[in-house]
């Protein structure tokens, strides 16, 4: 089919088919990268300016100058902090949409990998970051590189994915030392992020942070270090209720991390009155509400 070599369709085949709950028997490779890509786009739809995009310019502003340093190889991530529903996922997708950054723009490249944590269930502490290099080696063959050296990133990239997969089942971890399995697993990820890197500036975007488990947390501050002087902008969107809640795991990772004045933060205020009212009026526009409903 489809997607690098056969190990490699094998085991994205698999992957999506246990992640989207499809049978591989019923569905092909082809058909679950586009259930994948379709569930990707319904939650990041970076194609359109949203008519709930209001009152973030300035906040706009903020994350297109970091984004301009971390893709020079000299930033550091960036979280985004505010309550639920304010707007936070809608500010990056307007990052993406605007294209301000070359790297960004119709015309030019970047590789940019998304990941959503979710509060029901267990989190697999690798399924954000392996989600996001399915889609990309599948997009990066599309595009038939004429240059060996290219392709032979890619096809390694894939041989790291399988060799990840093969360490983090339980199996495996139940028969070899555990530290040093995961720190091997950590190695081989953030060696796919200093491959794809090479290819092209890399803008990895995880939704939710307050609900990755603590080896992902540890994980991600592995791979801040092992990137620094690289092109990835690393942009993570984050719940501040969570920020308050004693001994929870994100709050312990970023106390950590700020001692080293290792990241940027972009708190979103609540909206004015004003803002409020021009909100509804974009969204419900075929409404004619009155004054008194929209205070309320």
């Known amino acids: 089919m489809v997607i690098g070599d056969k190990a490699f369709d094998k085991l ?21 990268l586009a259930l994948y890509d379709s569930t990707i786009a319904r939650l990041y739809n970076f194609d359109k300016i949203s008519e709930r995009f209001v009152g973030r310019d300035e906040e706009l502003n903020k994350l297109n100058n970091f984004a301009q340093v971390a893709l020079n190889g000299q930033g550091k991530p960036v979280f985004i902090i505010g309550d639920p529903g304010i707007g936070k996922t809608e500010l990056v997708n307007q990052f993406f949409n605007a294209k301000n950054l070359p790297e960004l723009r119709e015309n030019a490249q970047a590789n940019i990998l998304t990941g959503r944590y979710f ?10 970051f392996l989600d996001g290099f399915y889609r990309t080696i599948s997009q990066l063959e599309k595009q038939n590189f004429s240059d060996e050296l290219v392709l032979k990133k890619i096809k390694t990239l894939s041989t790291y994915l399988q060799e990840v997969k093969d360490l983090s089942s339980s199996v495996f971890l139940q028969e070899s030392d555990k530290e040093r399995t995961k720190y091997k697993s950590f190695e081989l990820l953030a060696q796919n992020y200093e491959l794809l890197s090479s290819i092209f500036p890399i803008v990895l975007f995880l939704d939710d942070l307050q609900w ?15 990137m620094q002087g690289k092109p990835l902008f690393l942009v993570c969107t984050v719940r501040e209720r969570e ?21 940027e933060q972009i708190k979103l205020r609540p909206f004015t009155e004003s803002e409020t009212e021009f909100l509804i009026s974009r969204i419900f526009s075929a409404h004619n509400f009155t004054e008194a409903t929209t205070t309320k």
């Open 119 to 128: 509060d029901i269930g267990k989190n697999n502490s690798y399924k954000v």
């Open 243 to 263: 920020l308050f809640v004693e001994n929870h795991p994100l709050r312990t990772w970023m106390r950590s991390m700020s001692r080293y004045n290792s990241y």
């Open 12 to 32: 994205e085949l698999d992957y999506q088919a246990k992640e989207l709950g499809a049978k591989s028997s019923t569905k092909s490779g082809r058909e679950l």
């Open 212 to 226: 990755a488990d603590e080896l992902g947390l540890e994980f991600l501050a592995y791979l801040i270090r092992a």
